[in-house]
């Protein structure tokens, strides 16, 4: 603040606190430049959400009639916008208060400091109604409402109507704002940007000017909203909009919608994240369930149907991924192999997985926020992280040591630095780690990897086991036997302990061992054929013997202690026992009569159990699935099927109100249970077959589908994906190898365990049954009134048996030379069966013609005699992958190495260059053209994507990424469907909705999930036990929990 010579006393006066001087110099510059115009300029930057930039700010006074009217008193300008100059001034005055920083792309003006901002909000946002005006205009203006061109009405003033002899009280004018689309676009329609102003500005201005129609028409519920901002933003910051306006509802039923969508984005964020054309997917696939239930979400599975094909055309027929609600909160994905190890940072807010590659996830967003790849030939076994989270260390199936600056990302790699391979065990202690074999471990420096020490176990019928290491004078070895004693057939287990640079005596241990922080364990030992748990304290005189814990009639194969100390978890092959450190109380956790815990390594389970928050429920990871029991009497609640592959490992995790479950898993995933108190919520289950799928076949009606697996054939409902019943002969020990679908959906002929079957579908039953040995393809001809069972006799020959369906008779037979048995097909007009022997250095073509006609009781009788010609194959298409289009003009070319092409097969001509030859690296690869040849769709094993090509301009018209591999895909037969089979057992029907293609939309909406009231006419397969079941499981819990965080649970009984 200046004064001069010449000021007056009255602007002398120095305010006695900041908040008064602010006031003054506001009540200076609007004295100079107008109150109406520096209050509503300074309030606009202050009600905006990171600031406003210069032309923002002059839009939105322009927008503005009431500083417009007290402007423009006295005279009628050409066009309504505030004068540059006007704000310039005001600027001008204000050098040093206002900033420019960078929000969203651009440069914006905001308060130098808060105070500012606070003085502005307690000068000028006095009255609610006047908050909601300057956010409402906010809003207003990034909605585009009058941009573009379009003219705003205003009013006239008294004076301009006198003035200028007005009649009319209104009037319009263009006030020459910008239009604000979601996404810029260039001359030739390519995206050129995004708008990045409006998606931080106008969820926020619409949440404080209370317009929560507008927000869920044109932000929360609407799809181009939606994709536009996952395809620039983090998911946080669209999830953050969701969570901005519960905080400001009180409609339950609302809320309720905005969870259930914000959570189905998060499940699928890791995806998103890497293919944000995958949304309505996403939405459609997790949403599907609860269309009917909730009408906001029905709009917006609505517009992704309808606006979603411009981004991606496959789009899911009915529900194929988990929904959200019930105690799963996220799924990590990312890994390309099996999640073998994981450690939580001392936080809890983070977590560290490894496979082939090391990748850190954020637990409160589920966002990957570090991604290294140390690129190593191997997959890691296992993994430590250092007290201060800053070193992780860990080993490959190669016996390389990895060492990681979990900080930094920098990687080092040790490789020879043991003598006795292979590595087994890994550890780190601060600066320190180790490593181990079964005879040798070592020390070393992180991060640079310096062997430190290097040692040997004396006694060659033992091997190490597990190592705990505080110092070279302070460390235990635990070494198990090599050959079983013959007392009891177990391993021998021995601690060997250095105290004090001092050796000290020997523990015999029976079974399992857990190291304390302080040093101590607790450690099983058999005593008369009874197995107990003591707590030893190690002393210079050798382990002295505290208390026994608890004790046990089964082994014990391993224990552990809980995250707060308070119990100790035993795991025996039955389930789990649960010993209160306290009061010794035992509780025993018993898993069903046909799941059983398995130890492969001494000391260690491949089953665990972890204890949610004040030790409520026991969460326990056996075989693929989570079984949570109640603490208090060991009562078995739920199964919850978690994951598709066998549980790794499972951890407790407790983050500040956050109570959860951390698992990972063979199938790449990780899980967190976030909500275990709502186990009892409904789940929508999706059908799957237990075991991979090797095939998928379709009836002629595209009705059915069936599923082969080495089990069991599986037979699906194409329209709603519903699994109708599992074919399989033998209870026990059947192997299935071979399927097909008659066209009418009556009969399935499938070879199980050396027999050939045929199955009445509608009757379940099998109606022929037929020893066939050693059979390699089944084949349906002559309308589905023969099947051809293709064998392989012995190493050069190969037989041919034709049946009858669906009698089985016999109808013919004959052998054909044959060394590999490559798929036989029968010609279109049904006369010719055509067979591939590789033999030495050439290829032949065998084709056999049959004489076929009809008596008069009208049954097919067979010739036994058959033509016999061999072709040989005189001209071969380099590069060809061996599809074509039904006319057989063109064929496909897709090397593994990347890249795909059409070509003209007479002369093997490139026609399209669909994929460019850029490597992406060797994986297996499918291209095929669909049933009707309009479209080639391309699978790439590595990215688990499905791509779809127009083949009228070869341009992609989908890219969609499976949430498990697959294994087989096919179309259906009027080419609008693909049908996959996943290595998960997943059945995956995508519809194709070229936006070009009226008939492919019409199908979709005419798709059963599409019709109003499906969820509720779908069949429903639930046994009047399995109702009894969780009615008496919810009805015990509610009486017996009592917990702080229980919440009373609701049981229907649904007819």
Known sequence: ??????????????????????????????????????????????????????????????????????????????????????????????????????????????????????????????????????????????????????????????????????????????????????????????????????????????????????????????????????????????????????????????????????????????????HPDMLASQIIGRLLPVKDIYPRVKGLIEQCDRLGTQHCALIPAFHILHTPGGPLKYSLEGHPFAVFGFCLTSDKRFILTISNKFLMFDLMTGEITCDINPEIPGIMQALALNSDDKYAVAFTNHNEIIILNALSGDVEKVNNMMESLPLTGIAIADSVALAWSPRQWVTFSVPSGTKLSSHFIERNDYFISYLHYKSDANYSIAISSLKKSAENLRAHHILQTRLNDSDINELNIDSALYFMEDGSIYASLENEEVYVVVHFKVTTDGWKRETVVGESSVRIMAVEISSDDQFLVGTVPTGFLLWNLTNFKETFFFLPNNVKNISTKPFQSQSSLALTKHNQYGVGGVRKSLYIWNVRDGQLLKEVDAHIARIMKIKSLFIEDFNGIVSSSIDKTIKVIGNVKNIFEKVYTIDRMEMA????????????????????????????????????????????????????????????????????????????????????????????????????????????????????????DFSFPCEVVSPAVITLNNLYLCLMSMEPNQKFCHTFSRKIFSCCDCKLRFFMDYRHRIKRIVRGIKRWNGACTSDGKYGLVAPNQGGLEVIELRGGKTVKVLIPPVSEGVFAVTAKFNSTDNYVLYYHSGRQTIRLFRMSNGKMIGNYKLASEATDFRTTHDGLSVVVGGIDGSFVVLAIADPENEESKEKLQALPSRCDGNIHSMKTTVSFKTMAKVTASAAYTKRQSTCEESQTSNVCAVS
């Open 1 to 274: 603040m200046r004064w001069r010579s010449y000021s007056k006393a009255s602007e002398t006066i120095l305010a006695y606190t900041v908040m008064d001087s602010i006031m003054k110099l506001f009540d200076r510059i609007e004295k100079q430049h107008g109150r109406l115009l520096v209050a509503h300029a300074l309030s606009y930057i202050t009600a905006s959400r990171s600031g406003l930039s210069e032309t923002e700010l002059e839009d939105l006074i322009s927008l503005d009639d009431i500083v417009l009217d007290d402007v423009y008193q006295y005279h009628m300008p050409p066009v309504r916008r505030i004068p540059p100059l006007l704000w310039t001034r005001i600027r001008r005055d204000l050098p040093n208060y206002l900033s420019e920083r960078e929000a969203d792309g651009v440069s914006v003006l905001n308060w130098y400091h808060r105070q500012f901002r606070d003085a502005a909000i307690e000068r000028y946002f006095v009255k609610r109604e006047q908050i909601e005006y300057f956010h409402s205009s906010i809003a207003e203006y990034f909605l585009g409402t009058w941009g573009g061109g379009t003219p705003k009405p205003f009013k006239y003033t008294e004076i301009q109507r006198y003035r200028f002899g007005l009649k009319d009280q209104e009037g319009t004018a263009d006030r020459k704002v910008p239009l604000q689309p979601l996404v810029f676009h260039t001359k030739d329609g390519r995206v050129s940007g995004y708008n990045k102003r409006k998606f931080g500005e106008l969820p926020f201005h619409l949440v404080r000017s209370h317009r929560f129609e507008d927000l869920f028409e044109n932000v929360l519920f609407n799809y181009l909203w939606l994709h536009s901002k996952v395809s620039c933003c983090p998911l946080q910051a669209i999830l953050a909009d969701f969570e901005d306006m519960v905080q400001h509802l009180s409609d339950s039923e609302l809320i309720k919608q905005l969870n259930i969508v914000a959570d189905g984005m998060r499940l699928g964020g890791v995806i998103l994240a890497q």
């Open 693 to 812: 799928i090797e095939a998928v076949l379709l009836s002629g009606d595209d009705e059915l589908a069936v599923t082969v697996t080495r089990s069991s054939v599986g037979v699906w409902s194409v329209s709603t994906g519903k699994l109708w019943s599992k074919l399989v002969d033998s209870p026990v020990g059947a192997i299935v190898t071979h399927a097909v679908i008659t066209t009418d959906s009556r009969y399935v002929i499938s070879s199980e365990s050396g027999n050939l079957l045929v199955w009445n579908i509608k009757k379940g039953c099998v109606t022929f049954r037929e020893k066939h040995p050693h059979i390699k393809q089944l084949l349906l001809g002559l309308e589905d009134k023969i099947i051809v069972v293709i064998t392989s006799e012995t190493e050069k020959e190969s037989k041919c048996t034709v049946r009858q369906i669906p009698s089985g008779n016999f109808a013919y």
